[in-house]
């Protein structure tokens, strides 16, 4: 009788451990220490493992230790892992991370760079819309007023230059398309943003020269002259200044 009761209590038991383990439940994942984690995460970059392996390492140091300067050194180092993969998206949000929390930690200045970059890098071609380069217009400007004694102001100068070029070229693309449709009231407009707002950019001339053209197919010769020797002024040699005299001889004869 008692031999019976044992083995019926020892087939409970193993039913219960089968239960428990077979419950579908997430292995938990171990507790290890900051530097071990971080140090792994690292060897996995090194090693060029896969992407996706790599960041959930470095994920994994912030998850067990979030307060640890480790956690911090890892959710950089997934933003700059991130921005070297053309990963652009995980780089802007694992950044953002970081400076949320990390405002004036010794790394914000290049975590503020990655991030403007990583705006920078997806600044596409002036057919589509321009939200990034907005984005990253924000974000070089952020970088040479926060941090403006460093080498990353220095570099965000020159990025701005190319971020501009592409919002004047957007400009005067939509300003040409009214153009062509007559619609020369809106396409003034347009050739007056590029003027006004970006006048260091390469687009410059060519929206004078719009200026001039549209100005005359209304028949307003005083503002097409006026125009055309803005342009003349300022780029005596360049295409669309002869352009724009060609137009006005005509016109005049």
């Not at 019976?4 to 938990?28: D, F, Q, R």
């Not at 007023?145 to 990025?159: C, G």
């Not at 097409?224 to 004869?253: F, V």
Request: include cysteine; charged fraction near 25%; glycine fraction near 4%.
């Amino acid at each position: 009788m008692l031999k019976k009761l044992y083995k019926l209590l020892c087939v409970m038991l193993l039913s219960v451990v089968i239960t428990a383990c077979g419950n579908g439940e997430p292995e938990k994942q171990v507790e290890r220490p900051a530097q071990e984690l971080y140090e792994t995460a690292i060897n996995l970059r090194n090693n060029d493992a896969d992407y996706t392996d790599v960041i959930k390492a470095f994920e994994e140091v912030e998850r067990q230790h979030p307060q640890s300067e480790y956690a911090k050194k890892a959710i950089a180092e997934a933003a700059f892992f991130s921005y070297s993969y053309l990963e652009y998206s995980d780089a802007i949000l694992f950044a953002g991370n970081f400076l949320s929390y990390n405002p004036n930690h010794k790394l914000a200045p290049k975590i503020t760079y990655i991030r403007a970059l990583s705006y920078y890098e997806q600044i596409s071609d002036i057919g589509r819309d321009q939200g990034n380069t907005n984005k990253a217009l924000e974000a070089l400007n952020d970088i040479i007023l926060t941090y403006p004694n460093t080498k990353y102001a220095i570099n965000a100068k020159y990025k701005l230059d190319l971020a501009y070029d592409h919002l004047a070229g957007k400009e005067l693309s939509v300003g040409r398309f009214y153009q062509k449709n007559s619609e020369y009231q809106a396409a003034i407009a347009r050739f007056n943003n590029v003027v006004k707002l970006y006048s260091e950019t390469s687009q410059t001339p060519e929206a004078l020269a719009r200026l001039v053209e549209t100005y005359l197919a209304l028949g307003l010769y005083d503002q097409a002259y006026a125009n055309g020797t803005i342009l003349g002024h300022n780029h005596p040699n360049n295409k669309w200044y002869k352009y724009a005299y060609n137009l006005l001889q005509k016109y005049k004869k």
